[in-house]
């Protein structure tokens, strides 16, 4: 290839491929070090229907459990985003059965108060922290219950913006509160409620209905081939 | 050398490369750019369709094996329908969760299927942003052009109208849903510019932008109590007498168990292709993006639109290992990051449109320009610290929090390293062909979102994926919902199905592959030695 005569910067390519041992599930297996934990599933010959979704770090779908040699601390991850190391654990949750409740988000008259209709085991967080410590995502999940609670919904749209709505906040709650689906409430309510309407936008929509543009549609679908083509070559 | 001190070069001519304005190319020197490096131009990589509603057409290669595949129906299956509806929607992403908000909102009963979980989509990983023409200086007219001039001109005019004009009430229906877009000072709509357009027009949500509108949309689904059928791939679609759509069959991943859907009308919101890997390509799609409604559509005798044309995004992450194919977004190049090569230098407007920057980056590879890692992959840099030294400190964990924590977790911050990257496989620009209702020379069969074809011509606008899937979303959900009440269910048959079957035994039978693929098929088959240590 052209490449490799011309190329003076590059350096030689080197091809590493250590086998490390982990433990799926409590099972022993050997897998290329460095390798995704997922891909760790599917080089084990395991087909994934639950527990894979965007393979990018946004959908949630593959929470997972996970321990390194010799700590103690059992975290959690993304299979996706993590990479295994040697003597590692883990394990992919399955779904949790949070109760998740029904609102109609545009009718609700008082989103602040509501919340302890639709989630009344909101205000009772005993404050163990274990919701942020399972956080893949890093957000200080306590936190944002405690300012959802006393209102700041503000702040909550905000420390939520990275949430996955992976759940892992949820079967560690002693108080059986699902803080990310309280989050998603408090956020939409936010948006819903709590933010200042766009006025440009309405003008924009108007002036749509009211046909402002019409006379510029018609010169533009008007045109043939080449006269579109150098009206865009116009336009910068 | 380790990546470390190859990306010293970087540091040392930022300074020197912030004073440089790089112009775009000629029309005449792009599609010379074009032809010779972009991957739609390898013609080995594609063939001729050999029967069906596309005969002889070309595509790649991987494509057209599904596309001439065989169902795994047998025409003797009992199609007595365990479930009966108005409108069946087929796909769980942006324009499947649309479709049947919409469907369900003017009254029809509605089911949406999908054989991942609610919300897993290409959709939920969206970064980049949602363009629409908020901006006093903007007009939906300025959309227009941009996207036709994006799309090399093959744009379907019809279809792009109705896109550029609903986008406003479409953002104006996700904020009162809650969506929270990034706001000005003055409460107005804040805009970017991306890439291939003349004016700010992108909505953003940080860069949660398609997280943030499929959370919404995914509890509006659930507060409205719409029917789902979770872990369930269309694997047929049915047809009544007359060769219109009137349901689908579903494999259940769970039990492998068929299900038998009646509907009225059926809308296909089924996504790409990425997970194809077409030529060889790594790919930033979803594990689900395996091109079913394609396949399931095609079958059904209906039309397809630039199936050869798809597109490569320019940055899809080259190191670490782990994140190979993965989306570094756009955004990063609409704040003013540059493109680097080997030698320190920029090589392309990084604000040119998606293919020609991709060429560009390809062409300084195959060139030597590359920057070689330890695994043998090849890429140029993204500078991004430049947006730190450009806008001040901070400003890349402000703006791009999700890529932040993504490289973190592997030990990079690319607020003070670049980044390595190289073209990954990223969006169909083509599909089933549609016309303004989302509704394919099928009668009763729609197709919505990236599964359709016409809207972006040859190649996708940045920005614009995220509107297709609202505008077709909801235009499909409201057409199939309103004609529901005049309509009578349709009976259920394979005819459709004995009829290709008919029509790839006299072509010399078919592939011999089984489609849709469902998932792609990334289990190691030989057994794996277990440790006993």
């Known amino acids: 290839m052209a490449q490799e005569d011309t190329n003076v910067i590059d350096q030689p390519e080197v091809l590493r491929h250590k086998m490390v041992t982990i433990e799926i599930s409590g099972k022993k297996y050997e897998v290329p070090e460095g390798i995704t934990v997922i891909k760790a599933l599917w080089h084990t010959g395991q087909e994934v229907v639950r527990g894979a979704g965007c393979l990018g770090g946004f959908c949630g779908a593959c929470a997972t459990y996970y321990r390194t040699k010799d700590d103690p601390k059992v975290r959690t991850c993304l299979a996706c985003q993590m990479a295994v190391e040697d003597g590692m654990s883990f394990t992919i949750m399955p779904p949790f059965p949070a109760r998740k409740a029904l609102y109609d988000i545009q009718s609700l008259k008082d989103p602040k108060q509501d919340l302890f209709n639709l989630y009344p085991e909101a205000p009772l967080c005993r404050n163990c922290n274990a919701c942020t410590e399972a956080c893949p995502q890093k957000i200080d999940v306590r936190e944002g219950v405690w300012k959802a609670v006393f209102g700041d919904f503000k702040s909550v749209s905000e420390m939520f913006m990275d949430c996955v709505m992976c759940g892992m906040c949820t079967p560690v709650c002693i108080a059986d509160i699902a803080p990310n689906l309280v989050a998603l409430y408090v956020s939409r309510a936010q948006g819903a409620h709590f933010t200042e309407k766009p006025q440009g936008l309405d003008i924009r929509i108007k002036e749509i209905q009211e046909g402002r543009y019409h006379d510029e549609w018609k010169k533009v679908l008007g045109m043939n081939e080449q006269e579109l083509a150098d009206h865009c070559a116009t336009v910068k | ?533």
């Open chain 2, 1 to 533: 050398m380790d990546i470390h001190a190859l990306q010293q070069i970087v540091h040392q001519t930022r300074d020197a490369r912030r004073k440089q304005t790089i112009p775009k190319f000629s029309p005449a020197d792009r599609d010379q750019l074009i032809h010779k490096y972009h991957p739609d131009y390898r013609a080995t990589a594609y063939r001729p369709i050999r029967f069906g509603p596309n005969a002889n057409d070309k595509t790649v290669v991987e494509l057209a094996a599904l596309l001439e595949g065989d169902s795994s129906i047998p025409e003797n299956l009992d199609l007595t329908p365990q479930y009966t509806t108005d409108v069946l929607v087929v796909g769980g992403g942006g324009a499947g969760c649309a479709a049947a908000l919409h469907a369900h909102a003017s009254g029809a009963r509605v089911i949406l299927a999908t054989k991942l979980r609610l919300g897993d989509s290409n959709s939920v990983m969206a970064q980049g942003g949602m363009q629409i023409s908020v901006a006093p200086e903007d007009s939906p007219v300025t959309h227009f052009l941009d996207t036709l001039k994006g799309g090399h001109m093959q744009n379907d005019h019809e279809l792009l109208k109705v896109m550029v004009e609903e986008g406003p009430s479409i953002a104006k229906w996700l904020i009162e849903l809650g969506v929270l877009f990034d706001r000005q000072a003055d409460g107005n709509l804040h805009v970017k510019k991306g890439g291939g357009s003349s004016k700010p027009r992108l909505l953003t949500c940080s860069d949660y932008t398609g997280l943030e509108i499929m959370r919404v949309l995914k509890d509006e689904v659930l507060n409205q109590k719409i029917q789902l059928l979770e872990f369930c791939a269309a694997v047929e679609l049915l047809s009544d007498d007359n060769g219109q759509c009137s349901g689908a069959i579903f494999k259940d991943l769970d039990n492998q168990r068929h299900v038998i859907v009646a509907a009225k009308s059926v809308i296909l919101a089924t996504g790409g292709i990425g997970r194809l890997h077409i030529q060889g390509f790594p790919t930033s799609n979803h594990y689900g993006a395996t091109g079913d409604g394609l396949c399931l559509s095609y079958r059904m005798g209906a039309q397809l639109d630039h199936i050869d044309t798809f597109q490569y995004h320019p940055s899809g992450a080259v190191y670490p290992e782990q994140l190979i194919g993965a989306l570094v977004t756009e955004g990063i190049r609409s704040e003013g990051g540059h493109l680097v090569n080997a030698k320190g230098e920029r090589f392309v407007n990084e604000l040119d449109t998606r293919d020609v920057v991709s060429s560009s980056i390809i062409r300084e590879c195959e060139e030597g320009r590359g920057i070689r890692t330890m695994s043998g992959r090849v890429g140029v840099w993204l500078d991004t610290p430049l947006l730190d030294a450009e806008h001040g400190p901070g400003t890349v964990e402000k703006h791009f929090p999700a890529m932040m924590m993504q490289f973190e977790r592997f030990g990079i911050d690319i607020s003070k390293d670049p980044v390595l990257i190289y073209p990954t496989l990223h969006y169909q620009n083509g599909g089933v062909k549609i016309d303004a209702n989302s509704e394919t020379n099928v009668k009763n069969l729609f197709v919505a979102g990236e599964a359709s074809g016409g809207l972006h011509g040859r190649n996708r606008l940045m920005g614009n994926s995220l509107l297709d899937l609202m505008v077709f979303g909801k235009r499909s959900g409201l057409t199939a919902a309103a004609r529901a009440v005049s309509m009578q269910q349709g009976k259920l048959t394979l005819n459709h199905l004995q009829r290709f079957r008919a029509e790839a035994k006299k072509h010399g039978s078919s592939s011999g592959v089984i489609s849709p693929m469902i998932l792609p098929a990334y289990t190691r088959k030989e057994p794996e030695r277990t440790v006993t240590t």
